[in-house]
């Protein structure tokens, strides 16, 4: 029953707040660069990704004690290794230099364990070290251990927070600690004093950072990336997340000696560098990838322009942004002298830390990406820094890479063989490896044929394999022949009203006509319209209001040979004049209440000629079929300016007959409802498909006009089957939370015309589950019909795009880059559509027709023709075929933001408008309607300077930036008594919402339910165990499949502002109503580990108990007491032994073995100082308060006896439950009512969650449900 641990160990030693504080020695400012680290440390202090750290095997006679007084004596000369990052008065970062030296080299002997115990101590034992985020406010950003596997073989470890610490800073330490290493053996010292600490470096560059050359390289950066996007467009395998994980892998890259040679000698002749080729090469890679016309990549810089900076450990490295522009036919030696030249005169306006930049250019501050470049790239000179102690042999063990601060990071170095070698670090929050590995093999590709041709245009290089290119065009682009039946519409519904002549094709308002009806009373109108002249080629106006002579009309110009011109009623009188007179309308076919509309033209009038059509004959008119003769004619586009027809041929609507009648999608028991604006391309598609399989079309009118509350209540009326929705439309209803009431009985929903968003489709998923089957249809307005489709399934891909499917039946899909060629995998180019549905072009315009219907480029079908369809788009690894349509956030107001010195710059001085936000004039602005928003508003002129402040205006928008960020969180607890996190500011910082978390205790930040995972199809919950802490988690969470988001449980007794609950039913409700605030109302999976399995249990019942449908529980290695049996008592004693194992066991450590008489807890706190887990000066605070948290959890569980759970249980049981097995199984079956799944792994207790068994942890974990629930 007891468990608490993390595997990182408890948060021990400097860490504790509570803790002495150090004596200072002295104080200073926040160098700039620290200013922007401390904001996204307060911004996200789990984050690791900030964190560095280096493992060395030192095989040999190694003096320890030498090392550990090296170790001591290198954080003495380098005070930034001593240095805590604290918020002053005003919450801006301060250096504080500590006297104390809080940093010691905890050591581990292992050489008694075999393996695998050696190996899970030795991570336990290194977690902490390497794995924990640091606490800077607390503890110092350098880290060193020492762990002994034999006599003679040791791990010394290092880890810093990059806030104290760079690439350069690595040669720096290593040789440091050689010398130092050296001089305790009785060498002489062979160090020089340093010049100058970085505290001292601040405060210099304080001073500094002002004047007229600050200025202008403040002009100089806005200049520069004025008008770039924001967001790299790269080919994503994932949704960007709201927040970054952080989380990273690499794909190495290689270019062979003999390319590296071909790469030097080409830059020896443009002057160039190359660094400078490899850079240009990197951009035009993301080029080709995200179709931008403009990429910014990042480059990092030393920042040491000071000799004085050479020898001193700190963080001084800076990046620039090195913008490139491309255009069709820039070569590659023409975009390598422009590198060349912004290459220069970005590395000689260095002053000014990019960081500044970043907050002048009035850029808000981002959780998911870098505000201006996501992708970085670095060329070293290879010379790797390497620990040499006398005596001993160090190798240095390379990490598995598990973070990336951006998209993607290209790292390259020379190689003493002459070669070039790296690494791309890619996030995997948005890549597969995959995709990753592709992007490396095409930079050597892309390197190499550059390399070879400078002058070619770079567009010119294909980076695909030919077979890659062959597959997707033979294969991924092809719909594949398929024979439709061999009618046109008008003889496909004869054969259906021959089959089934009572069938009811049209429904309308009550009123019905069946197919046999329908076909003579068309083929009545088509005689009619035959003896009026109407033939091949003539354009018949069918200007009807929607319903059953609509589709009658409609059937009969085709009967008569004629072209069908849909025109809606409700179109204005000028738009229907215009396209009237341009298609050159022969006939109308209308009613009296119409006529007037369309002037002078030739009428049918149904309602006054009824009479007469009633008495032509009902046999069909006799015409021989041309599928090349044009169907119909349709006006898509904007209502205002010169009306543009695309004439559709009988041949594109063959389309959707041979489509109808493969998919089997319709049948005739199907209604089918048409909601379509008359005479659309969707309209007739509705038409098409439901009377060609015989099922009744059902008219909805005008219903797209309707509330989405009102849509759904008419189609419960209705009762439809199938729907055809325009993505607008089908948007408002899910936005509207009423799909899963429109789904009642229909099977089918059809959604086109527009760009669908993944989080609707997620949504949707959400709320209708597999009821209804749900169509995506890429149906651009001028092809006449749709040329492909998908339909969303639970595979469906958690994507920024969502994609158009596969290619219809008789069509072929081509993505050309802009040489005219098909492009790989990933790369963006141009859609080109051909196949049968092709309409024949623009009525009346041969020079458009000439430019948009073209003849294939890249060779294609003999005499075959292209759709240029103006969408850039992108083939997916898997086949699927996704629009590009990036999201580019609109750049904000100019103005004058960032650090204090930078505020000095007068902004005349920057060609900045006075103004902070011109468009704040226009915003109608609401005052503060009570006392804490008229509080918060006050803090808020005071931090911004401004006048007056509305309830909804952001905060950075209204010039706020990281530093004042810091400074509003602070005085909000300063001045109102809230502690709010500074995430609590995102994703908008408006008085309005500040208020609302402040007054809802239950909506503020919460620090009981912690986000271990972003995702977006469902929620698990995952419960703390005895111990409080949900960090024994993190690993399962990351490793869980599908895209679920993961919550973790913690619980609140662990920042001591809450009391103890009177029973584990109280606590489950509490931890409920908390899921719930943060909107998580019914996870698809309720678990934990330990006593955290018992609580879940709990909270599942409460929860769920009265659903249909129970969310199933996880219990991983959970014992349980067996309902009805008794109570049983811990007195303090037995309570404090228990806590002591359970602390040692999580963290590696042998438990004390306390003598008679001894205080358990006395015993935990020496053995924890003495293997460097405590600092000295901790006293007992920390073993107090966890033991406190402990006894609480311990005593609510021994009190606990479970109902019957009517959901399935997982229990998953380690090696070593043997002795109980048998009570906690015949316990678990007792309540498992809706059945009990029992997994075993060979681990112990402890140890269940470390790496060797996350995996098949993660394996166990319920996950059908996972994408079903909110």
């Known amino acids: ?104 080299m905890p050591i581990e002997d292992v050489t008694g364990l075999r393996e695998p115990d050696r190996d899970d101590r030795v991570r336990r034992f290194l977690a902490p070290v390497t794995q924990r985020p640091f606490a800077l406010e607390r503890e110092p950003p350098f880290r060193a251990a020492l762990v002994r596997l034999a006599p003679t073989r040791h791990l010394f470890v290092v880890a810093c927070h990059h806030i104290a610490f760079d690439g350069w800073s690595w040669g720096i330490l290593l040789r440091d600690l050689q010398r130092l290493y050296e001089a305790a053996l009785g060498e002489p010292t062979r160090l020089p004093p340093l010049a100058l600490q970085h505290v001292d470096f601040a405060r210099r560059q304080q001073e500094t950072a002002t004047g007229e050359s600050w200025a202008e390289q403040l002009r100089y950066w806005r200049r520069q990336l004025d008008g770039a996007p924001r967001v790299i467009n790269l080919p994503l395998d994932r949704t960007r997340p709201a927040e970054s994980s952080h989380r990273g892998s690499k794909v190495e890259v290689h270019l062979l000696e003999s390319l590296a040679t071909e790469v030097r000698r080409f830059g020896s002749r443009p002057r160039v560098t190359t660094f400078m080729i490899l850079l240009t090469v990197f951009q035009a890679l993301m080029h080709r990838y995200s179709g931008d016309r403009t990429v910014v990549v990042g480059t990092p810089v030393a920042g040491r322009d000071d000799v004085a900076l050479e020898q001193l450990i700190g963080f001084f490295v800076g990046t620039v942004a090195l913008r490139a522009d491309f255009t069709e036919d820039v070569s590659f030696r023409e975009l390598l002298l422009a590198t060349r030249r912004a290459v220069l005169e970005a590395t000689s306006r260095l002053d000014v830390p990019f960081d500044v930049v970043v907050q002048n250019l009035g850029l808000d501050p981002q959780l998911s990406h870098h505000p201006v470049f996501q992708t970085l790239f670095q060329l070293d000179d290879g010379r790797l820094p390497g620990l040499e102690l006398p005596g ?134 088509a005689h009619h319209l035959r003896a009026r002249g109407v033939g091949s080629e003539t354009v018949v106006g069918v200007l009807l209001a929607p319903g059953i002579n609509a589709v009658a009309a409609t059937l009969a110009v085709h009967r008569a040979g004629g072209v069908v011109l849909g025109l809606d009623p409700r179109e204005a009188p000028s738009r229907l004049g215009a396209v009237l007179v341009d298609s050159a309308t022969a006939l109308v076919v209308t009613t009296s209440r119409w006529a007037e509309r369309v002037g002078h033209l030739p009428l049918v009038l149904l309602d006054e000629q009824h009479g007469e059509l009633v008495q032509l004959p009902e046999t069909a008119v006799d015409r021989r079929d041309v599928a090349a003769e044009a169907a119909c004619l349709v006006y898509p586009g904007p209502s205002s300016g010169r009306p543009l027809g695309v004439v559709v041929t009988h041949r594109g609507i063959a389309g959707h007959l041979a489509d109808a009648a493969r998919s089997a999608r319709l049948g005739p028991a199907d209604r089918c409802l048409q909601v379509m604006p008359h005479g659309s391309t969707g309209w007739f598609g509705d038409l098409v498909e439901s009377l060609s399989v015989g099922a009744t079309l059902v008219v909805g009118g005008d219903l797209l006009d309707s509330p989405p509350a009102r849509f759904v209540q008419r189609c419960a009326q209705l009762r439809p089957t199938a729907l055809r929705l325009p993505v607008s439309y089908w948007s408002d ?237 602070n005085r909000i607890e300063r001045r109102l008594g809230v502690s709010l996190p500074v995430s609590a500011l995102f994703p908008t910082a408006t008085v309005e919402r500040l208020a609302a978390q402040i007054r809802d205790h239950d909506r503020r930040p919460d620090s009981v339910v912690v986000r271990l995972r972003e995702g977006h199809g469902g929620h698990i919950v995952l419960v703390h165990p005895v111990g409080g802490e949900v960090l024994p988690y993190s690993t399962l969470a990351r490793t869980i499949p599908g895209p679920a988001t993961v919550h973790g449980i913690r619980s609140p007794l662990l920042d001591g502002d809450a009391e103890a609950l009177a029973d584990l039913e109280s606590l489950a409700a509490d931890y409920l109503s908390r899921l719930r605030a943060q909107g998580v109302h019914r996870p698809a999976c309720y678990g934990g580990w330990s006593m955290g399995g018992v609580i879940a249990l709990e909270m599942a019942l409460q929860a769920h108990e009265r659903d249909v449908r129970h969310p199933p529980v996880l219990a991983i290695d959970s014992a349980l007491a067996a309902p009805g049996s008794p109570d049983f008592v811990l007195d303090e004693e037995a309570l404090a032994v228990a806590f002591a194992q359970d602390v040692c066991r999580s963290t590696g450590l042998r438990p004390p073995a306390a003598g008679e008489g001894e ?8 053995t924890l100082v003495e293997a460097g887990r405590l600092a000295a000066a901790e006293g007992r605070r920390w073993v107090d308060r966890r033991f406190q948290v402990f006894s609480a959890h311990l005593r609510l569980l021994t009190r606990y006896r479970p109902r019957p759970y009517p959901g399935r249980v997982v229990l998953v049981l380690s090696g070593d439950r043997d002795d109980n097995r048998e009570e906690t199984l015949s316990a678990w079956r007792l309540v498992a009512a809706g059945g009990l799944e029992v997994r075993k792994l060979p681990a112990d207790h402890y140890s269940i969650l470390g790496p060797a068994h996350v995996a098949a942890l993660a394996a166990a974990v319920p996950s059908e449900e996972v994408s079903g629930h909110d």
Request: glycine residues 8%; aromatic residues 6%.
């Open 392 to 525: 001993v042999t160090c190798t240095y063990l390379a990490a598995e890479q598990d973070t990336c601060g951006w998209d993607l990071h290209l790292s390259l170095a020379e190689q003493p063989d002459g070669s070039i070698r790296g690494w791309l670090a890619y996030a995997t929050d948005l890549f597969d490896r995959d995709t990753a590995a592709r992007f490396a093999r095409d930079y050597v590709t892309l390197l190499r044929s550059l390399v070879a041709e400078p002058d070619q245009p770079m567009l010119a290089v294909s980076l695909a394999p030919a077979r890659e290119i062959a597959h997707i065009v033979d294969r991924w682009g092809d719909g594949g022949r398929v024979k439709g039946p061999d009618q046109r519409l008008p003889e496909r519904v004869d054969s259906v009203a021959v089959a089934t002549p009572d069938a009811v094709a049209v429904e309308h308002d009550g009123a019905r006509v069946t197919f046999d009806e329908l076909a003579r009373r068309s083929n009545q109108l």
């Open 733 to 969: 209803l899910v936005d509207a939370g009423a799909a899963a009431e429109l789904a009642g009985r229909l099977r089918w929903i059809s959604i086109g015309g527009g760009h669908v968003t993944p989080d609707r489709i997620h949504r949707w998923r959400r709320e209708v589950g597999n009821r209804v089957r749900l169509r995506v249809l890429y149906d651009p307005p001028e092809y006449g019909t749709f040329c492909a489709a998908a339909e969303v399934t639970d595979a469906w891909p958690a994507v920024g795009s969502v994609p158009i499917g596969r290619p219809a039946n008789n069509t072929r899909l081509y993505v050309l880059g802009r040489t005219g060629q098909p492009v790989g995998i990933g790369e963006v180019g141009e859609l080109y559509i051909a196949g049968d549905g092709m309409p024949r072009g623009y009525l009346g315009q041969p020079a458009l027709t000439a430019t948009t219907f073209v003849a294939n480029p890249s060779g294609g079908l003999p005499g075959q023709r292209l759709f240029r369809s103006n969408d850039l788009a992108r083939w997916r690894a898997d086949g699927a075929l996704m629009v590009v349509r990036p999201e580019i956030p609109p750049a904000p107001p100019v103005r004058q933001t960032g650090p204090t010195p930078t505020s000095a710059v007068p902004a005349e001085d920057l060609d900045v408008p006075p103004t902070v936000d011109p468009e704040r004039e226009a915003v109608v602005r609401l005052a503060p309607r009570d006392e804490m928003e008229r509080r918060l508003a006050e803090l808020y002129r005071e931090l911004l300077g401004v006048d007056e402040i509305g309830i909804r205006e952001d905060f950075f928008k209204l010039g706020g930036h990281s530093l004042l960020a810091a400074r509003l969180v």
């Open 1159 to 1166: 205080d358990p807890l006395a015993a935990l706190h020496a």
């Open 1 to 104: 029953m007891t468990g608490t641990p993390t595997q990182a160990g408890p948060a021990v030693g400097p860490t504790d707040p509570g803790g002495p504080a150090p004596s200072q020695v002295r104080s200073g400012p926040a160098s700039l660069a620290q200013q922007r680290l401390w904001f996204l440390y307060r911004l996200q202090p789990e984050a690791l990704v900030y964190q560095a750290s280096a493992t060395f095997q030192i095989d040999g006679d190694l003096h320890v004690e030498a090392l550990r007084q090296a170790v001591r004596a290198v954080v003495e000369r380098h005070e930034i290794l001593r240095t805590l990052i604290v918020a002053d008065a005003e919450g801006d970062p301060v250096q504080l230099v500590t006297a104390t030296n809080l940093v010691t």
